[in-house]
Protein backbone atom coordinates (compact mmCIF):
# COMPACT_ATOMS: atom_id res chain seq x y z
CA UNK A 1 0.00 0.00 0.00
CA UNK A 2 3.12 2.61 0.71
CA UNK A 3 4.42 1.81 -2.36
CA UNK A 4 1.24 2.50 -4.48
CA UNK A 5 0.75 5.68 -2.62
CA UNK A 6 4.48 7.01 -3.19
CA UNK A 7 4.06 6.06 -6.87
CA UNK A 8 0.94 8.80 -7.23
CA UNK A 9 3.51 11.10 -8.82
CA UNK A 10 4.70 8.62 -11.15
CA UNK A 11 0.93 7.64 -11.78
CA UNK A 12 -0.08 11.44 -12.72
CA UNK A 13 2.65 11.47 -15.39
CA UNK A 14 2.39 8.56 -17.10
CA UNK A 15 -1.61 9.60 -17.25
CA UNK A 16 -0.80 12.83 -18.93
CA UNK A 17 1.23 11.39 -21.21
CA UNK A 18 -1.01 8.62 -22.02
CA UNK A 19 -4.00 10.73 -22.44
CA UNK A 20 -2.02 13.60 -24.49
CA UNK A 21 -1.65 10.53 -26.71
CA UNK A 22 -5.52 9.89 -27.16
CA UNK A 23 -6.62 13.30 -27.36
CA UNK A 24 -10.71 13.22 -27.89
CA UNK A 25 -11.14 16.61 -29.84
CA UNK A 26 -15.02 15.80 -31.50
CA UNK A 27 -17.39 18.76 -29.31
CA UNK A 28 -19.97 17.05 -27.13
CA UNK A 29 -23.14 17.84 -25.58
CA UNK A 30 -22.50 15.51 -22.31
CA UNK A 31 -20.24 13.38 -20.77
CA UNK A 32 -21.07 10.02 -19.52
CA UNK A 33 -19.06 8.60 -17.21
CA UNK A 34 -19.50 5.20 -16.20
CA UNK A 35 -17.78 2.35 -14.07
CA UNK A 36 -18.41 0.75 -10.85
CA UNK A 37 -15.64 1.29 -7.41
CA UNK A 38 -12.59 2.63 -7.88
CA UNK A 39 -12.71 2.17 -11.93
CA UNK A 40 -15.80 5.03 -10.94
CA UNK A 41 -13.69 7.35 -9.55
CA UNK A 42 -11.83 9.18 -12.42
CA UNK A 43 -15.05 9.82 -13.74
CA UNK A 44 -16.73 11.35 -9.75
CA UNK A 45 -13.84 13.71 -9.87
CA UNK A 46 -14.21 14.87 -13.48
CA UNK A 47 -17.56 15.97 -12.40
CA UNK A 48 -16.73 18.24 -9.66
CA UNK A 49 -14.62 20.36 -12.07
CA UNK A 50 -17.00 20.32 -15.10
CA UNK A 51 -20.79 20.41 -15.27
CA UNK A 52 -21.04 18.59 -18.32
CA UNK A 53 -20.69 15.29 -16.90
CA UNK A 54 -23.06 12.59 -15.94
CA UNK A 55 -22.10 9.68 -13.48
CA UNK A 56 -23.61 6.70 -14.29
CA UNK A 57 -23.39 3.22 -11.83
CA UNK A 58 -25.69 1.07 -12.95
CA UNK A 59 -25.96 -1.13 -16.43
CA UNK A 60 -27.07 0.60 -19.32
CA UNK A 61 -26.65 4.18 -20.09
CA UNK A 62 -29.08 7.18 -19.32
CA UNK A 63 -32.50 6.75 -21.73
CA UNK A 64 -31.68 9.80 -23.31
CA UNK A 65 -28.05 8.96 -24.40
CA UNK A 66 -27.62 9.66 -28.09
CA UNK A 67 -25.14 10.61 -30.50
CA UNK A 68 -24.50 14.08 -29.63
CA UNK A 69 -22.63 12.79 -26.16
CA UNK A 70 -19.19 10.94 -25.19
CA UNK A 71 -19.68 7.60 -22.71
CA UNK A 72 -16.67 6.95 -21.49
CA UNK A 73 -16.52 3.08 -19.56
CA UNK A 74 -13.62 2.55 -17.22
CA UNK A 75 -13.08 -0.62 -15.65
CA UNK A 76 -9.48 -1.68 -14.76
CA UNK A 77 -10.17 -5.37 -15.38
CA UNK A 78 -11.67 -4.77 -18.76
CA UNK A 79 -14.11 -7.80 -16.76
CA UNK A 80 -17.24 -5.16 -14.81
CA UNK A 81 -20.54 -6.98 -16.42
CA UNK A 82 -22.17 -3.43 -15.50
CA UNK A 83 -19.51 -1.24 -17.48
CA UNK A 84 -19.67 -3.72 -20.82
CA UNK A 85 -23.43 -3.48 -20.42
CA UNK A 86 -22.52 0.45 -20.58
CA UNK A 87 -20.59 0.38 -23.55
CA UNK A 88 -22.78 -2.49 -25.70
CA UNK A 89 -25.72 0.87 -25.03
CA UNK A 90 -23.64 3.27 -25.61
CA UNK A 91 -22.45 1.69 -29.35
CA UNK A 92 -26.03 0.68 -30.27
CA UNK A 93 -27.32 4.15 -29.25
CA UNK A 94 -24.46 5.56 -31.57
CA UNK A 95 -22.91 7.67 -29.16
CA UNK A 96 -19.68 8.43 -29.01
CA UNK A 97 -16.94 5.92 -26.95
CA UNK A 98 -13.89 6.30 -25.06
CA UNK A 99 -12.64 3.39 -23.30
CA UNK A 100 -10.11 3.29 -20.15
CA UNK A 101 -9.08 0.11 -19.16
CA UNK A 102 -6.21 -2.95 -18.87
CA UNK A 103 -7.69 -5.39 -20.93
CA UNK A 104 -10.00 -7.93 -20.68
CA UNK A 105 -13.02 -8.18 -22.75
CA UNK A 106 -13.91 -4.45 -23.13
CA UNK A 107 -10.45 -3.56 -24.34
CA UNK A 108 -11.31 -6.71 -27.19
CA UNK A 109 -15.03 -4.93 -28.18
CA UNK A 110 -13.24 -1.40 -28.31
CA UNK A 111 -10.56 -3.06 -30.63
CA UNK A 112 -13.48 -5.03 -32.51
CA UNK A 113 -15.03 -1.72 -32.90
CA UNK A 114 -12.48 1.02 -33.67
CA UNK A 115 -13.75 3.06 -30.73
CA UNK A 116 -11.42 5.06 -28.74
CA UNK A 117 -9.64 3.18 -26.33
CA UNK A 118 -6.78 3.71 -24.13
CA UNK A 119 -4.91 0.79 -22.11
CA UNK A 120 -3.72 1.34 -18.89
CA UNK A 121 -0.33 0.01 -17.88
CA UNK A 122 -0.64 -2.28 -14.74
CA UNK A 123 1.47 0.23 -12.06
CA UNK A 124 -0.63 -1.61 -9.64
CA UNK A 125 -2.97 -4.87 -9.31
CA UNK A 126 -6.35 -2.93 -8.20
CA UNK A 127 -8.24 -0.03 -9.40
CA UNK A 128 -8.55 2.00 -6.20
CA UNK A 129 -4.55 2.63 -6.16
CA UNK A 130 -4.39 3.53 -9.35
CA UNK A 131 -7.31 6.40 -9.24
CA UNK A 132 -4.60 9.10 -10.30
CA UNK A 133 -3.58 7.44 -13.11
CA UNK A 134 -7.27 7.19 -14.55
CA UNK A 135 -8.00 10.36 -13.42
CA UNK A 136 -5.08 11.97 -14.95
CA UNK A 137 -5.22 9.93 -17.77
CA UNK A 138 -9.23 10.92 -18.51
CA UNK A 139 -8.44 14.53 -17.78
CA UNK A 140 -5.33 14.48 -20.22
CA UNK A 141 -7.30 12.91 -22.78
CA UNK A 142 -10.43 16.01 -22.37
CA UNK A 143 -7.90 18.60 -22.76
CA UNK A 144 -7.74 19.47 -19.80
CA UNK A 145 -3.96 18.09 -18.38
CA UNK A 146 -3.83 21.73 -16.84
CA UNK A 147 -6.51 20.89 -14.03
CA UNK A 148 -3.87 18.02 -12.68
CA UNK A 149 -1.37 18.81 -9.74
CA UNK A 150 1.91 17.98 -10.89
CA UNK A 151 3.47 19.07 -8.03
CA UNK A 152 2.06 16.64 -5.82
CA UNK A 153 4.77 14.84 -3.61
CA UNK A 154 2.51 11.63 -1.79
CA UNK A 155 5.85 11.06 0.03
CA UNK A 156 6.46 14.55 1.82
CA UNK A 157 2.98 13.89 3.45
CA UNK A 158 3.54 10.36 4.52
CA UNK A 159 4.32 11.72 8.46
CA UNK A 160 0.56 13.48 8.14
CA UNK A 161 -1.12 10.08 6.87
CA UNK A 162 0.44 7.80 9.38
CA UNK A 163 -0.37 10.60 12.26
CA UNK A 164 -4.24 10.12 10.73
CA UNK A 165 -4.11 6.18 10.41
CA UNK A 166 -3.19 5.91 13.87
CA UNK A 167 -5.70 8.24 15.33
CA UNK A 168 -8.73 6.61 13.52
CA UNK A 169 -7.24 3.25 14.91
CA UNK A 170 -9.80 0.39 14.78
CA UNK A 171 -12.86 3.07 15.10
CA UNK A 172 -16.10 3.48 12.39
CA UNK A 173 -14.76 6.31 9.87
CA UNK A 174 -17.57 8.78 9.24
CA UNK A 175 -16.65 11.00 6.55
CA UNK A 176 -18.58 14.72 5.73
CA UNK A 177 -17.43 17.41 3.29
CA UNK A 178 -19.12 20.19 2.00
CA UNK A 179 -20.67 20.08 -1.26
CA UNK A 180 -18.34 20.96 -3.86
CA UNK A 181 -15.60 18.38 -2.24
CA UNK A 182 -18.62 15.62 -1.59
CA UNK A 183 -17.06 13.44 -4.33
CA UNK A 184 -13.76 12.98 -2.78
CA UNK A 185 -15.55 11.80 0.62
CA UNK A 186 -16.60 8.69 -1.90
CA UNK A 187 -13.15 8.17 -2.71
CA UNK A 188 -12.19 7.40 0.65
CA UNK A 189 -14.73 4.99 1.26
CA UNK A 190 -13.49 3.02 -1.74
CA UNK A 191 -10.03 3.08 -0.58
CA UNK A 192 -10.83 2.67 3.11
CA UNK A 193 -13.56 0.03 2.87
CA UNK A 194 -11.98 -2.24 0.11
CA UNK A 195 -8.40 -1.70 1.91
CA UNK A 196 -8.95 -1.99 5.36
CA UNK A 197 -11.99 -3.98 5.53
CA UNK A 198 -14.30 -1.65 7.20
CA UNK A 199 -17.51 0.45 6.82
CA UNK A 200 -17.18 4.25 6.00
CA UNK A 201 -20.26 6.47 6.76
CA UNK A 202 -20.20 9.51 4.07
CA UNK A 203 -22.65 12.52 3.84
CA UNK A 204 -22.09 16.56 2.89
CA UNK A 205 -23.25 19.66 4.25
CA UNK A 206 -25.51 21.64 4.48
CA UNK A 207 -27.46 18.43 3.38
CA UNK A 208 -26.05 16.56 5.99
CA UNK A 209 -27.03 18.93 8.40
CA UNK A 210 -30.36 18.58 8.28
CA UNK A 211 -30.68 15.01 8.65
CA UNK A 212 -27.95 12.84 9.52
CA UNK A 213 -26.32 14.88 12.14
CA UNK A 214 -28.84 14.41 14.25
CA UNK A 215 -28.27 10.68 14.81
CA UNK A 216 -24.96 11.63 16.45
CA UNK A 217 -27.18 12.46 19.53
CA UNK A 218 -27.29 8.89 20.51
CA UNK A 219 -25.02 6.84 22.33
CA UNK A 220 -21.95 6.61 20.34
CA UNK A 221 -18.31 5.88 21.65
CA UNK A 222 -16.35 3.72 18.79
CA UNK A 223 -16.24 6.44 15.67
CA UNK A 224 -14.57 9.16 14.66
Same mark, same amino acid.
Given at each position: ???S ?62 ? #? #? ?18 T ?25 A ?49 L ?43 G ?16
Amino acid at each position: MRDSILSIPEQIRTGIALGAAHRVEHPFRRIISTGMGGSAMAGELLSMIRNDVVVHGDYGIPHDVDS #D #DLVICTSWSGTVEETISSYTAARQRGAHTLVLTTGGALATMARNDASPLIELPHLNTVPRLNVCLMTATLCSALGMADQVPLSLDSGSLEAQGTALAVKIGDRTLSLYASYPWRKVTGFWKVVYSETAKRQVMTNWFPSGAHNEVVGWEGPYQDTT
